[in-house]
């Protein structure tokens, strides 16, 4: 029987060539070790492409994926992403935003005058569940970077709660940043997790 192959499509904007690595091409990314995964992720971070991973986006999963490892605080996502000067920002649920309000003990309109309009999409691990958005811009205006520190931390966004996890808008699968040490250390305990759920499983390069 072939074995299943995976594909996510961001891997196909990385430039093997460019960084050294077209020796690579065609292998499955799930048996690399060492040296090759450490290069690979590492021109990954550098291009800010984001893997796709063949897991269910539950909180379950999503727990299990951010216990491996922990947050340097460097605060990368805090901050606008040069590679990425188009990004509208964090994305934030009205809920969430009216618990910031409430934890900064300011009205309300008064943070929703620092955002922008969002869009409906599906709550987080609720599927079927449509709720708005509104989009704070970056830098984030509770970052505090010479502290390196959040203003809102017991109550920041979800979106910030999982980062570098993030949402595909697909129940079967999850997608991770690798543009800091969390995140890599993050993407080697998914595909150990994939490779316990499906040894079979190809994920193409």
């Not at 809102?152 to 920041?156: F, G, K, Q, S, T």
């Given at each position: 029987m072939d074995n299943k192959v995976y594909e996510p499509q961001?891997?196909?904007?990385?430039?093997l060539e460019k960084y050294g690595l077209s020796h690579l091409e065609g292998r499955n990314i799930l048996t690399l070790t060492g040296p090759d995964m450490d290069r690979l992720l590492i021109a990954l971070g550098n291009d800010d492409i984001s893997l796709t991973v063949p897991l269910p986006c539950t909180p379950e999963t999503v727990q299990e994926i951010l216990s491996h490892s922990e947050c340097r605080r460097c605060g990368k996502c805090c901050i606008p992403n040069?590679?990425?000067?188009?990004?509208?920002?964090?994305?934030v649920f009205r809920e969430e935003l009216n618990e910031i309000a409430a934890y900064l003990n300011v009205p309300y309109d008064t943070l929703k005058e620092k955002t922008a309009m969002g869009k409906f999409v599906p709550?987080?691990?609720?599927m079927t569940r449509m709720a708005s958005t509104r989009w704070l811009p970056l830098p984030c205006p509770f970052y505090i970077a010479e502290q390196n520190e959040c203003r809102?931390?017991?109550?920041?966004p979800v979106v910030c709660r999982i980062h570098p996890v993030i949402f595909t808008g697909d129940s079967t699968s999850l997608a991770i940043k690798v543009n800091c040490d969390y995140g890599?250390?993050?993407?080697?305990a998914a595909y150990k997790l994939v490779r316990k759920q499906d040894?079979?499983?190809e994920m193409k390069l």
């Open positions: 961001e891997i196909e904007k990385l430039d040069p590679l990425n000067p188009d990004s509208p920002g964090v994305e709550h987080p691990f609720q809102i931390y017991p109550v920041r890599k250390e993050l993407i080697v040894p079979e499983l």
